[in-house]
């Protein structure tokens, strides 16, 4: 028996067959929690599904099941592949036209056309990611900012909490009629760098994303420990150095509370805000399938309401791992 082993026993005050026992008894509940348990929802979550699925007719025939939605799923990478092929002929074709038209004429000027074909679903699910993050992003910027102001200033706080609850509780899709509105009047460039609806989309999601974000900042500067507040004055440190040092680290855990709570309804709101102003993106995908009415368009509504879940939980999940690994507060877990 080693030396190492003599000091867990005294330790413990196990023995080692003992030490054993408890470990292997630690690492197989650990198993059971995070592996077993997981598995056997999603199991029990898909035989639930599919018996009821079997009991629903619709007037597009039977509510689809999980094979169904598999099959549809299958079916729709096949789709964006296939529409891949074609861009890619449409623009060799473009070319090979343009080499003919330069040899016959040096003076010619090639012109590449844009591919105008359909969008597939992973474009569109690749449209959603890009006006979320966008427009979560520019809320960013201006809420946490805004927020920080406000934790500092009682002033400011006064001036501003009664505008902050007021446009709180209203609805991000109200506001969509008034920002087409206002983007149709004044984005009015005949070369636009970026089409309407995306923008129309991305203002929508930042508005309904500043609120959470503006008052967890706010909340969580204002309640940081009087004793860092004394230190920074101890120090004399300026205003900015005092909001990088001793603000930011001690709010990160609130800020980042807000951000979370932000992103998850941003997601939410933006394909609604798709669905009601027929922006490309998921919302779209659903709205169109719904109008389409085939035999198919249940299973591929259902794919997508899939498909929007499992990315919004992997933007919660994102946003909680980037909080762990800039945060001092390692608690966050859920």
């Given amino acids: 028996m080693n030396t190492t082993t003599v000091n867990a026993e005294k330790l413990t005050g196990f023995k080692l067959p003992q030490l054993r026992q408890v470990f292997s008894g630690i690492i197989v509940s650990g198993v059971i929690r995070l592996v077993a348990l997981p598995l056997a929802g999603i199991l029990a979550f898909l035989l639930l599904w599919s018996v009821t699925a079997q009991n629903i007719d619709t007037s597009l025939g039977k509510f689809p099941g999980p094979a169904a939605v598999m099959e549809q799923f299958n079916a729709l990478y096949d789709e964006h592949q296939r529409s891949r092929k074609k861009e890619q002929a449409f623009y060799e074709r473009q070319e090979k036209r343009n080499a003919e038209r330069v040899a016959k004429d040096p003076n010619y000027t090639p012109k590449i056309r844009a591919y105008t074909g359909k969008e597939t679903f992973l474009d569109q699910i690749i449209t959603s990611l890009v006006t979320v993050m966008s427009g979560f992003l520019l809320a960013v910027a201006i809420a946490v900012p805004l927020g920080i102001a406000i934790g500092l200033s009682k002033t400011l706080n006064s001036a501003i909490n009664p505008i902050i609850q007021i446009f709180k509780p209203v609805s991000p899709l109200a506001w969509l009629p008034l920002v087409t509105m206002v983007v149709s009047a004044l984005y009015t460039s005949p070369d636009p760098v970026v089409a309407k609806s995306f923008l129309n989309s991305l203002i929508t999601v930042t508005l309904c994303c500043i ?86 368009s249940l299973a591929r509504i259902m794919t997508a309401v899939l498909v929007i879940g499992f990315i919004g939980f992997l933007l919660d999940r994102g946003m909680l791992t980037l909080q762990k690994l800039v945060s001092w507060d390692k608690s966050a877990s859920q």
């Fill in 211 to 296: 609120w959470p974000m503006v008052i967890n900042t706010a909340v969580g500067v204002a309640g940081i420990d009087n004793d860092l507040v004394n230190v920074s004055k101890v120090l004399r440190l300026p205003a900015l150095r005092h909001v990088q040092k001793i603000v930011l680290p001690a709010s990160v855990p609130m800020i980042f509370t807000g951000m979370r709570l932000s992103l998850g309804v941003a997601w939410m709101v933006l394909i609604a805000a798709e669905m009601l102003a027929q922006n490309p993106g998921l919302g779209k995908f659903v709205w169109d399938e719904f109008q389409n009415g085939s035999s198919d």
